[in-house]
């Protein structure tokens, strides 16, 4: 009976800890068109993918310019505003499961999730602009995973690392791993480099 008693107390709290990080991030995120943009982006990707007209394709292809520039716009102006914050607000348990409060009794094993967005949209950025002369294909590539990535973050964040590994299997059919391995080099050694992966 005790215990029963301690796991739904237990479960209560990391439940109303969990729904206070979703309100902070969200509060946020509310103020853009940041999720409806990357779900366009992804759906267009996937139109050009399934193109089998090359003219058409192209045009598939460039008409995700506008959004992308948009995007990258909106998540330079989230980050500046969620940067805001105080440190003890936005840490993240480096810890794979949720532990309420894990971020304030054990700060040495967590990362700042304003360093992680600011590295989200510079990776997103640079991928977007295309310096390295991706190909239209590589370039849906690498930003889809970067995208993904920024994603999992969010979920790690409000949730836990494991919860936002299961999304992402879940919704975009790719683990953790994949992801990490297929954003742009820059990206992935900045961000190994905070979360210590």
Excluded at 72 to 96: H, I, N
Excluded at 124 to 136: E, G
């Amino acid at each position: 009976m005790l215990t029963m008693f301690v796991a739904i107390a237990a479960h209560m709290l990391k439940s109303k800890y969990q729904r206070g990080r979703i309100a902070l991030l969200g509060s946020h995120l509310g103020k853009y068109q940041i999720e409806k943009q990357m779900e366009s982006l992804t759906d267009g990707y996937l139109r050009a993918l399934g193109e089998t007209d090359l003219i058409r394709r192209e045009q598939i292809w460039h008409l995700q310019d506008a959004t992308e520039a948009s995007l990258c716009d909106q998540l330079k102006r989230f980050v500046a505003d969620f940067s805001k914050l105080d440190e003890e607000q936005t840490r993240v348990s480096k810890l794979p499961m949720a532990i309420p409060f894990a971020d304030k009794l054990f700060p040495a094993i967590t990362f700042d999730l304003r360093k992680a967005l600011a590295i989200h949209a510079q990776g997103i950025t640079l991928v977007a602009t295309n310096t390295d002369q991706r190909s239209p294909r590589d370039k849906a590539y690498t930003l889809s995973a970067e995208l993904f990535l920024l994603q999992h973050t969010c979920h790690w964040f409000c949730k836990s690392k494991i919860v936002a590994s299961a999304r992402m299997l879940g919704r975009q059919k790719t683990s953790y791993e994949q992801v990490l391995a297929a954003v742009a080099p820059e990206t992935r050694r900045a961000y190994n480099s905070l979360v210590g992966a």
